[in-house]
C-alpha cells in the first residue's frame, strides 16, 4: 500500500509522539550495555581470550556500520518511520539467536545481525525526532533519544545485576525482545515527519503532522519555509555524493568529529567492560554488577537534567564543559590505579573517578551529540549525512570496544595507561570542538540550512 492510501491523519497526541519515537533509543542502550554482564559468564564458560571477548563486543558494532550504510537509500525510499520498524524487526529475530547461541561463533554473528538493527535505528531515530520537534523545543525532544539510551543501558545494568547471581546470561540478552516489540506496535500509530512527506508531495498530511506536534498557528509559514529548501533541493542530487559539496563540506567535517569523538572518548570501553575492569581490581563479580548498576543510574539522571538546559545554555557549551570534566576524571581514575593498593579503596575510588567521568559525559557528549548531527545537515542531505555519520560512530565503537581489553591488559598500557589515553583525546576533542562545532540551539532546521547556503 502507497503512503497516499492510507487512513487521513488524526491528531496526534505529542507525548506517545515523542515517546514511541524515541523508543528506538532503548534497543541501542540496552544491546550496547547487557554484554557487560553477560562477558564474565561466557568468559568462564567458553575459555574466551581478551581478543575474543573484544570480538564479541565489537561485532554489535560491525553489523551496526553494516545497517548505518543502508539508512540512507532506506530512509529516503520508504520513510524514517518504516526503517525504524524495520529495525525493531531485525533486532527481535536476532535477539532470539543470540539468547540461543551454542558457542562464541555463532554469538558473534548473531549480535552482527543484531547491529544491523541497531544500525538502522541509530541512524533514523535522531532525524525522526529532529525533522517532528518544532525548533524552541528541538534540543529538548531530539535529547529523549539519548535519555532513551541511557534508560536502556542502565536496564540492561539491572538485568544483568539480577540474573547474575544465577549466570543466566541467556535471559540477559533475550531481554532486549521487549522494547523492540513495545517500538514496533507503537510505531504503527505514529506519523511520517512533515518534510519527507512534503518530499512526496504529500501536502495534507504533512500539515496534519506539523499541526500536530506545533500547534495550529503558523502551519503556512511551516510549509511554505520547507517547500522554499524543497525547491532549493531540486537541482542538487540529494544522498551520499551531495555531502561533498562545497557548502555542506563544513557540516560533514562537524558531525564527523562528533561522530568519532562521542566514541573515543572512552565511554563505550567504560560501558562495555566495567564490571570486568572492577573484577580484576578485586571486587566480587556481584558486586561489580550492582556497581554497573550506579553507572546506569548516574547516566539517566544527568542526561535527563540535560533536558532542561540544552536548549537555553546551547549545544556547544555543554559539549566543552563535559570535555573538561572527562579530562580531569580520567586522570583521576589513572592515578588511582598507578597509587592506590589496598583493594577495596582501589575499587571504591575508582568507581567514583569513572561515576563522575559518566556525569561528565552524559552532560555533553551523551545527550549533545545525537541531537547535533541530526540538525547540522540540510534537508537533502539529512538522511545520508546521518547515515555516514553513524558508519563513523559505529566504527569508532568497534575500535575502541574490541581493542580496550587488549590495550589495558597489564602487557601493554595496563588500565592506568588506557585512561591516560582516553583522557589525551579528550584534550584534543575539546579543541577541535571549540574551533569548529556551531551552536545551533533556538533556530529551525530551515533557518539553520540557509545559513550554510548564504555562508
Given at each position: 500500500?502507497?503512503?497516499?492510501?492510507?487512513?487521513?491523519?488524526?491528531?496526534i497526541?505529542?507525548?506517545?509522539?515523542?515517546?514511541?519515537?524515541a523508543?528506538?533509543g532503548?534497543?541501542?542502550g540496552?544491546?550496547?550495555?547487557v554484554i557487560s554482564?553477560?562477558?564474565p559468564?561466557?568468559?568462564?564458560?567458553?575459555?574466551?581470550?581478551?581478543?575474543?571477548?573484544?570480538?564479541v563486543t565489537a561485532?554489535?558494532?560491525?553489523?551496526?556500520?553494516i545497517?548505518?550504510?543502508?539508512?540512507?537509500?532506506v530512509a529516503d525510499?520508504?520513510?524514517r518511520r518504516r526503517t525504524i520498524?524495520?529495525?525493531a524487526?531485525?533486532v527481535?529475530?536476532?535477539t532470539?539467536?543470540?539468547?540461543?547461541?551454542?558457542g562464541?561463533l555463532?554469538l558473534?554473528?548473531a549480535?552482527?545481525?543484531?547491529?544491523?538493527?541497531?544500525?538502522?535505528?541509530?541512524?533514523t531515530v535522531?532525524?525522526?525526532?529532529?525533522?517532528?520537534a518544532?525548533?524552541?523545543?528541538?534540543?529538548?525532544?531530539?535529547?529523549?533519544?539519548?535519555?532513551?539510551?541511557v534508560?536502556g543501558?542502565?536496564?540492561?545494568f539491572?538485568?544483568?545485576y539480577?540474573?547474575?547471581g544465577?549466570?543466566q546470561?541467556?535471559?540477559?540478552?533475550?531481554?532486549a525482545i521487549v522494547?523492540?516489540a513495545?517500538?514496533?506496535a507503537?510505531?504503527?500509530?505514529?506519523?511520517e515527519?512533515p518534510?519527507?512527506?512534503l518530499?512526496?508531495g504529500?501536502?495534507?498530511?504533512?500539515?496534519?503532522?506539523?499541526a500536530?506536534t506545533?500547534?495550529?498557528?503558523?502551519?503556512?509559514?511551516?510549509?511554505?519555509?520547507i517547500?522554499?529548501?524543497?525547491?532549493l533541493?531540486?537541482?542538487?542530487h540529494?544522498g551520499?555524493r551531495?555531502?561533498?559539496a562545497?557548502?555542506v563540506?563544513?557540516?560533514?567535517?562537524?558531525?564527523?568529529l562528533?561522530?568519532l569523538?562521542?566514541?573515543?572518548?572512552?565511554?563505550n570501553?567504560?560501558?562495555?567492560y566495567f564490571?570486568?575492569?572492577?573484577?580484576?581490581?578485586?571486587f566480587?563479580?556481584?558486586?561489580?554488577?550492582?556497581s554497573?548498576?550506579?553507572l546506569?543510574?548516574?547516566?539517566?539522571?544527568?542526561?535527563?537534567?540535560?533536558?532542561?538546559?540544552?536548549?537555553?545554555?546551547?549545544r556547544?557549551?555543554?559539549?566543552?564543559?563535559?570535555n573538561?570534566?572527562?579530562v580531569?576524571t580520567?586522570?583521576?581514575?589513572?592515578?588511582?590505579?598507578q597509587?592506590v593498593?589496598?583493594k577495596t579503596?582501589?575499587?571504591?575510588?575508582?568507581l567514583?573517578?569513572?561515576v563522575?567521568?559518566?556525569v561528565g559525559y552524559?552532560l555533553?557528549?551523551g545527550?549533545v551529540v545525537?541531537?547535533?548531527?541530526?540538525e547540522?545537515?540540510?534537508?537533502?542531505?539529512r538522511?545520508?549525512?546521518?547515515?555516514?555519520?553513524?558508519v563513523a560512530?559505529?566504527a569508532?565503537t568497534?575500535?575502541v570496544t574490541?581493542l580496550?581489553?587488549?590495550?589495558?591488559?597489564a602487557?601493554?598500557?595496563?588500565?592506568?595507561?588506557?585512561?591516560y589515553?582516553?583522557?589525551?583525546?579528550?584534550?584534543?576533542?575539546?579543541?577541535?570542538?571549540?574551533?569548529?562545532?556551531p551552536e545551533?540551539?533556538?533556530?529551525s532546521?530551515?533557518q539553520?540550512e540557509?545559513?550554510?547556503?548564504?555562508?
Open positions: 500500500m502507497t503512503q497516499t492510501a492510507t487512513a487521513p491523519a488524526r491528531q497526541n505529542r507525548t506517545v509522539l515523542y515517546f514511541f519515537g523508543l528506538g532503548i534497543l541501542f540496552y544491546d550496547l550495555g554482564g553477560v562477558l559468564f561466557i568468559t568462564k564458560a567458553w575459555s574466551l581470550t581478551g581478543f575474543e571477548k573484544g570480538v561485532s554489535l558494532s560491525a553489523g551496526a556500520m545497517g548505518a550504510a543502508f539508512t540512507t537509500k525510499r520508504i520513510g520498524m524495520a529495525a524487526v531485525i527481535v529475530a536476532a532470539v539467536a543470540c539468547s540461543l547461541a551454542p562464541y555463532f558473534v554473528i549480535r552482527g545481525v543484531l547491529g544491523i538493527g541497531i544500525g538502522f535505528s541509530s541512524a535522531p532525524t525522526y525526532l529532529a525533522e517532528l518544532p525548533a524552541r523545543l528541538r534540543g529538548a525532544l531530539s535529547s529523549l533519544n539519548q535519555i532513551f539510551i534508560t543501558i542502565l536496564i540492561a539491572l538485568v544483568d539480577f540474573l547474575g544465577s549466570a546470561w541467556r535471559w540477559m540478552l533475550a531481554g522494547p523492540a513495545v517500538l514496533l507503537g510505531l504503527n500509530a505514529l506519523p515527519t518534510r519527507w512527506l518530499g512526496r504529500e501536502e495534507e498530511r504533512a500539515r496534519a503532522v506539523i500536530a506545533h500547534g495550529e498557528d503558523g502551519v503556512d509559514a511551516e510549509v511554505e519555509v517547500r522554499e529548501i524543497i525547491r533541493d531540486e537541482a542538487e540529494g551520499v551531495e555531502l561533498g562545497r557548502w563540506r563544513p557540516m560533514l567535517v562537524v558531525a564527523l562528533l561522530a569523538g562521542q566514541q573515543f572518548s572512552g565511554v570501553a567504560i560501558n562495555a564490571p570486568s575492569m572492577l573484577i580484576s581490581l578485586g566480587a563479580t556481584q558486586a561489580a554488577l550492582l554497573g548498576v550506579l546506569g543510574a548516574t547516566k539517566f539522571l544527568f542526561t535527563s537534567w540535560v533536558v532542561f538546559v540544552v536548549d537555553r545554555w546551547g556547544k557549551p555543554l559539549l566543552l564543559i563535559g573538561v570534566v572527562m580531569l580520567l586522570l583521576g581514575a589513572g592515578l588511582v590505579v597509587n593498593h589496598a579503596a582501589l575499587g571504591v575510588l575508582m567514583a573517578m569513572l563522575l567521568y559518566l552524559e555533553g557528549w545527550a545525537w541531537v547535533m548531527m541530526a547540522v545537515f540540510p534537508r537533502k542531505t538522511a545520508a549525512g546521518m547515515g555516514v555519520s553513524a560512530l559505529w569508532a568497534g575500535i574490541a580496550f581489553p587488549i590495550i589495558s591488559d602487557n601493554h598500557l595496563n588500565i592506568a595507561g588506557a585512561m589515553l582516553f583522557a589525551g583525546i579528550n584534550v584534543l576533542l575539546f579543541l577541535l570542538t571549540a574551533r569548529l562545532v545551533t540551539k533556538g533556530r532546521l530551515e539553520i540557509l545559513d550554510l547556503r548564504g555562508a
